[in-house]
């Protein structure tokens, strides 16, 4: 088994503390990913299952379709990439890519865009979603007893000029994604589930991956590929 821990200025490392050492060593290499780190982590697989809620929710997700958060599309055996790249952005904060890229039907991509940074006011990693960093949410990070991520979203918050709000939970769902490696294996796996507190389950997945760690030599963000970047930048967490 190898894998190197993560230097302690990572973000997860920050949000986790002590509990990030808990963390399977290759989890911790994964999490790692921070401008300082000097590397990437790119992962390449397959989602054994890709599925949505009722059909009613359809035109939920074609909403979410618009700014890369959800769409309505689900099957099996779809192949994926999942891109981390480290920057640092407008407003000088350490910020890491976590874009999903999914072939859903040949010549058809959809795409999970957000990027992460650590917010001290917050104590935890505040995720943004979609292209235009419009809508955040703080992160519950849970290290379980196997040495995989729980990872919990929190309540929606939408930005945009003067405009700023938290999104009725009526309106939204809670996301919990599980991450752990298969040593017998030498994969990741993943699973995740997106579900409102009225309607229930409204989108999810899961498979498994391998990864890369391209190395990164600069905290401007010259190295991360074109399109990764959000087209717009939100300083309010």
């Known amino acids: 088994m190898s894998g190197n821990p993560a230097p302690p200025t990572s973000m997860f490392a920050r949000a986790l503390g002590s509990d990030f050492a808990r963390l399977h060593p290759m989890l911790q290499r994964r ?3 921070d401008p300082e780190s000097g590397y990437a ?6 989602f054994t299952e890709v599925r949505r809620g ?4 359809v035109p939920f997700l074609k909403f979410g379709a618009f700014r890369n958060i959800l769409f309505p599309e689900h099957g099996r055996n779809v192949p994926f990439t999942i891109e981390n790249y480290p920057y640092v952005d407008g407003f000088g904060r350490p910020t890491v890519t976590f874009t999903r890229t999914l072939e859903v039907r040949p010549g058809r991509p959809r795409r999970f865009d957000a990027t992460m940074v650590f917010s001290k006011r917050r104590g935890t990693v505040v995720d943004y979603l979609g292209t235009h960093q419009h809508l955040a949410t703080d ?4 290290v379980r007893e196997d040495g995989s991520l729980h990872l919990r979203t929190g309540a929606l918050r939408f ?3 003067p405009v700023s709000f938290t999104v009725p939970r009526l309106l939204t769902g809670t996301a919990d994604l599980y991450e752990a490696y298969d040593d017998e294996r030498q994969v990741y796996t993943i699973q995740l ?4 507190p009225v309607f229930g389950f409204l989108f999810g997945y899961r498979g498994e991956f391998t990864c890369t760690f391209p190395p990164v030599t600069s ?3 010259p190295e ?3 399109g990764l970047r959000p087209v717009r930048e939100e300083i309010r967490d």
Not at 193 to 196: S, W
């Open 159 to 161: 930005h945009e000029g």
């Open 224 to 226: 991360v590929p074109a």
């Open 193 to 196: 589930q997106v579900r409102n």
């Open 219 to 221: 905290t401007d963000g």
């Open 31 to 33: 999490f790692g990913v």
């Open 54 to 57: 009722a059909l009613w929710t």
């Open 139 to 142: 992160l519950e990070l849970a």
């Open 41 to 46: 982590c790119v992962g390449r697989g397959v």
